[in-house]
């Protein structure tokens, strides 16, 4: 098999090789797909080999200042820490400010890590694709904590939950007054949940914590590998970040990451292909998906009915354009 010239100065820890790689994976040029895909393959291997964490919490809990102090940390022993994003805006806006350089400027520099924005554009499973893999590059890399970090709304969450071992949610000390705020969905995902700028307020802290505890044990089924568990922190002064790094620890030690993970790559192969042959299906053949559509709306087909005809067109041969 021949060898992408990336592949050796990557494996050798370059981060320049790292970044350059990862602006291959982010490319949507059919060439550079082959090419990214082809690298991914030959990387694989030497993957996995990371503690893989995913953060969410609103804007303005603390998600930067805490992964810049859990990373110098980190970094400090000897740890390779890289930070990526999954940037539900950076759909929209085609930019992005997780994973900013600029909001972890320690981190930024320490030679022991590596940070990458959400890619941009496209459509959130692609980012997140985009994100997976650049994953994978860092991994291979020789990155052994890998942090993937986003913001707790819609459906990005679950995405990043699941590419990771272990997902987290910052949240604030009057957390237990929002709790009704915080979307369930979040909470049956979380298996720490992270009380940050307990400085601000012990108590409230405190009360934070232990209604945290009570409602994530409601959601945890009996017998469960691992009872999701509620901390405290202070980011900005660096207090709890060692009693975070023991539970992620105690975490690895009781779960069944193998297992973990090949649920979770089933999972992303299943929704690639569902996605793949929605496409190939639904490419050139506006015109007929229209009008059954409109015969639905008319009440002349039930949508089961349309959804059967149109499942009798082959996959690979769309309508013949109209002339
Ligand atoms: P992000 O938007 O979730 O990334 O939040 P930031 O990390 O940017 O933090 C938002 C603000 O909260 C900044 O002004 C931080 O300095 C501050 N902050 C973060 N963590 C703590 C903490 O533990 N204690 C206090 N008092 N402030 C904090």
């Not at 030959?42 to 303005?60: D, Q």
């Not at 950076?90 to 890590?113: C, E, F, W, Y």
Request: proline residues 7%.
């Amino acid at each position: 098999m021949p060898t992408h010239p990336l592949a050796a100065p990557l494996l050798a820890g370059q981060r320049r090789a790292l970044a350059r790689a990862i602006t291959l994976i982010e490319s949507t040029r059919p060439d550079h797909e082959a090419e990214a895909q082809a690298l991914l393959a030959e990387l694989g291997p030497h993957a996995g080999g990371a503690v893989r964490i995913g953060l969410t919490g609103v804007p303005g809990v603390g998600k930067s200042t805490f992964i810049e102090a859990l990373g110098l940390w980190l970094a400090e022993r000897g740890h390779r820490v890289a930070v990526l994003a999954v940037d539900p805006s950076s759909v929209r806006t085609g930019g992005s400010i997780m994973g900013d350089k600029t909001r972890m400027p320690g981190l930024s520099v320490h030679p022991g890590a590596f940070i990458r924005p959400s890619p941009s554009g496209g459509t959130l499973g692609g980012v997140a694709r985009r994100t997976r893999e650049a994953m994978t590059l860092c991994e291979a890399a020789g990155y052994d904590v890998v942090l993937v970090e986003t913001v707790g709304v819609g459906q990005s969450e679950t995405q990043v939950a699941g590419m990771t071992d272990l997902f987290v949610l910052l949240t604030l000390p009057n957390a237990g007054d929002e709790l009704q705020g915080i979307k369930r969905g979040i909470m049956e995902l979380c298996d720490l949940a992270v009380v940050n700028k307990a400085d601000t307020d012990p108590r409230a802290a405190n009360r934070a914590q232990s209604q945290l505890t009570a409602a994530l044990s409601l959601l945890t089924p009996h017998g469960a590998e691992w009872r999701p568990r509620a901390l405290q922190l202070s980011a900005l002064n660096g207090q709890g970040i060692e009693a975070f790094w023991e539970a992620v620890q105690e975490f690895r030690g009781t779960v069944d990451l193998p297992a973990r993970r090949r649920t979770q790559t089933a999972g992303w192969f299943d929704e690639l292909l569902r996605e793949a042959v929605w496409k190939t299906f639904v490419q050139g053949r506006s015109q007929v998906l229209g009008q059954r559509r409109s015969e639905v709306l008319a009440g002349q087909l039930t949508p089961v009915q349309a959804v059967r005809a149109l499942l009798d067109l082959p996959l690979d041969r769309p309508e013949p354009r109209p002339r």
